[in-house]
């Protein structure tokens, strides 16, 4: 099995998840570098250095521009971007859903216009599987539907049936691939996706159905798109009992970091999400005492960094007065600087996760941290 649980705190799972192309210690927040490239200027190396375990790339996006055959002629994404770590493709069904203005959707898939050009694209379980194997990621993410909150029972009934159709089409269509050598990664993982909206009866339901299929890992998906946290949290809840206790679960999309905590508290293992990353381009930068907005004018003459318990390369070197002169002049600089702090804020917020689970300390992190580092200064 590539993923273990190392130790339990109630729900919260402290594990290691064991790949082809490195070992993943959980809970882990995955870097979303969308177009393989994290927004904000930093590279592979840049990653290395703010303690990046996992990155994230995007189907959808790599299948437009450059184009998947070509990313698999040039040795498969991690040659391609030079990250010797593991890499997460997401399906592309998020963005076919969030992105076309214009879609079609059937048994087989979904036709539907590119956001760049307008140009027709059909898109389907197998389609998504034979991009990713040519992406050669280390876990490729079944092909879903996903569907708008709030939206009707009866709609959100249909989708969920057909979304698990579609996984056991994106498993046969990937074992075929890897057995006809056709696979830029043989060890390729995949990953399945619980849908449902806010219903709790169909959460339920579409969970214990994909769990009989033998995969990799379990995903939560179409959380995080507008509901109260509370409802997300009740449907993780929910959910939690009934995924595979020894698979590792992934929530898509999530979140700040109070949302991470809470999600841990409930049975979490993987997280991802460009709020980091897009926050730091706008001056929005995390803390141990809380969020800041680098660009008041209270930083003006701040000579400290930005966070003075924060070990980054960023706090180490430069101060809050030169970052909001670099983001108020908008210069790349500043936008580079702000991405690295907060990346590495959130990657040390999963390190004390895990210490804390480590050391059995974690109901006390939560009470300390978890609406305190959501909190505006």
Not at 48 to 66: A, G, S
Request: hydrophobic letters at 40%; one cysteine or more; a neutral charge.
């Amino acid at each position: 099995m590539p993923f273990t649980v190392l130790k339990k705190q109630g729900a919260a799972r402290r594990g290691v998840f064991t790949t082809v192309h490195g070992a993943v210690q959980t809970p882990a927040f995955m870097n979303v570098a969308t177009v393989a490239a994290i927004k904000g200027g930093l590279s592979a190396l840049d990653l290395e250095q703010i303690k990046t375990q996992v990155m994230l790339c995007n189907t959808y996006h790599l299948h437009l521009r450059p184009g998947d055959g070509l990313v698999a002629e040039l040795g498969g994404l991690r040659r391609f971007m030079r990250w010797d770590g593991p890499v997460l493709t997401d399906s592309g069904g998020f963005q076919v859903f969030s992105l076309a203005k214009l879609r079609n959707i059937t048994e087989e898939g979904v036709t539907f216009n590119s956001h760049i050009d307008g140009h027709r694209i059909f898109m389907g379980p197998e389609e998504s599987m034979q991009i990713q194997a040519n992406l050669g990621s280390t876990i490729a993410m079944a092909f879903d539907e996903c569907v708008e909150n709030p939206a009707q029972y009866a709609y959100a009934k249909d989708s969920c049936a057909r979304t698990a159709r579609w996984l056991l089409r994106c498993q046969a269509e990937l074992a075929r691939l890897k057995s006809e050598n056709r696979a830029t990664n043989p060890d390729q993982l995949l990953f399945g996706i619980n849908q449902g909206c806010t219903y709790t009866d169909l959460r339920i339901e579409h969970m214990k159905r994909i769990a009989e299929y033998g995969l990799d890992g379990y995903a939560i998906g179409g959380l995080a798109v507008g509901e109260p946290a509370e409802v997300m949290y009740e449907i993780i809840s929910a959910v939690e009992p009934f995924a595979p206790a020894d698979k590792i679960r992934y929530l898509m999309g999530v979140g700040t970091p109070g949302n991470i905590i809470e999600s841990v508290a409930r049975g979490v293992d993987l997280f991802d999400c460009v709020m980091p990353s897009r926050n730091a381009r706008h001056g929005h930068l995390f803390t141990w005492q809380g969020v800041i907005n680098i660009k008041n004018q209270k930083y003006e003459r701040d000579e400290s960094p930005i966070d003075p318990e924060c070990d980054c390369p960023v706090c180490r070197r430069f101060s809050r007065a030169y970052i909001r002169h670099l983001q108020k002049a908008q210069e790349m600089l500043g936008l580079r600087l702000a991405v690295m702090h907060n990346l590495w804020f959130y990657n040390t917020l999963m390190e004390r996760i895990r210490a804390a689970l480590d050391d059995g300390t974690f109901p006390r992190f939560h009470d300390r941290y978890v609406r305190l580092l959501d909190t505006r200064i």
